[in-house]
Each structure stands twice: as structure tokens, then as C-alpha cells.
């Protein structure tokens, strides 16, 4: 389920890196304002304030699994940016109602694509496998052909279900991304003597749901914590509705920015 993905220093350089990668055809459908805003940052005109649509935004902080729940600093900073950026009363959800069955077919999915890539690796008495690798390829051998079926048949029902319940009357969904805010390296090192399990499912505790669904997002810093780190968020969109996510993210960046600009752009 990893998705290739565009890291950009901002939000602009990404839209311009994910237009380019399209045809002609595709960008007029996917973001048709796309030469028009390209022609007026060109000669400096463009004005995020004038070109800001108006945006509805749902959040969802806490995670059915208590141990991802977003601690304070995150979930603030999440609540704020939505405060600042939704044209309409902000709609919050306590948790995301579908997520353990959503994580359980993706990890299915997950484990029997590893298996199928590494069959000959697994079957192989060499190393060729790190631990983790293996890890995740071996379960999927065990995995019945018709899980791994099913979770892929299910897909479109439960993304129908999915968009009906938090898009229905909502532009955007703001989640956390690295909910317990962004470890020590130590903590997520599997060799390590510091290691810790629940820091380590933390990194994508709140990603791999996304992936499986097949939804566009795109996740920026929007301030820093108490030791100075950042806290990052993700942005969840509809099917083809990447430009909203980009002019979204490129509004905050500009807003948000302000007087540590620097520091922003150093990501």
C-alpha cells in the first residue's frame, strides 16, 4: 500500500510537479485553474486571499485505537487551522467509525502483495529479507486467495459509505498525521534498546486507510511543538479533487507562514 508520492518544499512547487505530470486532457479536468494561476505567480500577481474558494472542513482527531489518539499539541493545531480556513461551521467527528475494518483489508492487501513480491526471497534460506520485510511478506502466504479478494471487491462499497458519511456536506478532512507528534529515532528503530511498538504503528497509523481507499491527500506542517519540531497534518479530499487539497495547503502556507516563512520553507 506505499503510494508514490510528491515532496515538495511547498505547496505550489507540488502543484506545479503534479500538473506537469499529467496530460493536457487531465489537467483541465483535475485542475482547470491550473495555467491561469501559473501565468499570474509567474508575473507576481497571484493573491492567495482573492483566489481562496470557499472550503468546508471536517476533523477527526481520535483514532478508534486510543493509543493513536492525537495528543493536545497536535489535536490544537489541528482544530485551529480548520477554525481559520473552513468557510462554513466546522464539522467534528469523535473518531473514524470505519477504520478498524478499513486497516484490516488494507493489511490484507498489504501482506499478500508482499508475499506474492517475495515468494521466491521467503522460500530462499539466504538473507536477502530484512526482519521487517519478512515480517510483513510471511503472514501473507497464511492469508486465504479469497480475503485478499474480497478486500479488494469491498473497496468501492466502503469508500461510497466512506464519502457519504464525512463528505457529504464537507470539502476537506483534517486528520493528524504523526499523531504522538514526531519521535526520537530511537523510539521507531527496531534494533533499538529504546524501541517502542506503539511509536513505531504510529507512523502510519492514520496513512494506511487513505492508501487503501485510493483518496487524494497531502500533508504540510502548520506550526511547531514545544521542542521546536514540527506538527504536520493531512488533508483528505474526494476522488480528482487534488487542486482543492493544493490551493488548501498553499492558503495555510501563505497564512500560516507569517513570521517564520524561513522555517517553513525549509521543509
Known amino acids: ?7 515538495t518544499r511547498s505547496a505550489l ?9 499529467m496530460t493536457p486532457e487531465q489537467q483541465v479536468a483535475v485542475m482547470p485553474e491550473f495555467n491561469d494561476a501559473a501565468n499570474r505567480l509567474a508575473d ?3 493573491n492567495y486571499q482573492t483566489a481562496k474558494k470557499p472550503v468546508r472542513i471536517t476533523t477527526v482527531t481520535n483514532h478508534p485505537n486510543q493509543r493513536f ?5 497536535v489535536r490544537d493545531a489541528i482544530l485551529s487551522v480548520a477554525e481559520q480556513f473552513s468557510d462554513a461551521a466546522v464539522e467534528h467527528h469523535t473518531t473514524l467509525d470505519d477504520l478498524p475494518e478499513i486497516v484490516k483489508k488494507a493489511n490484507t492487501i498489504l501482506h499478500v502483495e508482499a508475499s506474492a513480491t517475495h515468494t521466491q526471497r521467503l522460500r530462499s534460506s ?3 529479507l530484512s526482519a521487517i520485510t519478512r515480517a510483513v511478506a510471511l503472514p501473507g502466504a497464511a492469508i486465504p486467495s479469497s480475503w485478499y479478494v474480497s478486500a479488494l471487491q469491498q473497496r468501492n462499497t466502503i469508500l461510497t459509505r466512506f464519502l457519504d458519511r464525512y463528505f457529504s456536506s464537507n470539502d476537506i478532512l483534517l486528520t493528524p498525521v504523526l499523531p504522538l507528534g514526531i519521535p526520537n529515532w530511537e523510539s521507531v528503530l527496531t534494533t533499538s534498546p529504546r524501541f517502542e511498538s506503539t511509536a513505531l504503528l504510529a507512523l ?4 494506511s486507510f487513505v492508501n487503501y481507499l485510493g483518496l ?3 500533508v504540510f506542517p502548520i506550526g511547531l511543538d514545544a521542542n521546536g519540531l514540527p506538527i504536520s497534518i493531512q488533508a483528505i479530499a474526494r476522488p480528482y479533487n487534488e487542486s482543492t487539497l493544493l490551493a488548501f495547503a498553499h492558503q495555510a502556507e501563505c497564512k500560516l507562514s507569517g513570521t517564520s516563512q524561513a522555517t517553513f520553507r525549509s521543509f
Not at 502510519?204 to 496513512?207: A, D, E, V
Open 1 to 7: 500500500l506505499d503510494t508514490a508520492g510528491i515532496i
Open 13 to 21: 512547487d507540488a502543484s506545479v510537479l503534479f500538473a506537469l505530470a
Open 44 to 46: 507576481g500577481s497571484y
Open 69 to 73: 489518539n492525537a495528543i493536545p499539541s
Open 126 to 128: 539466504s538473507s536477502e
Open 204 to 207: 502510519f497509523s492514520w496513512t
Open 216 to 218: 487524494p491527500a497531502v
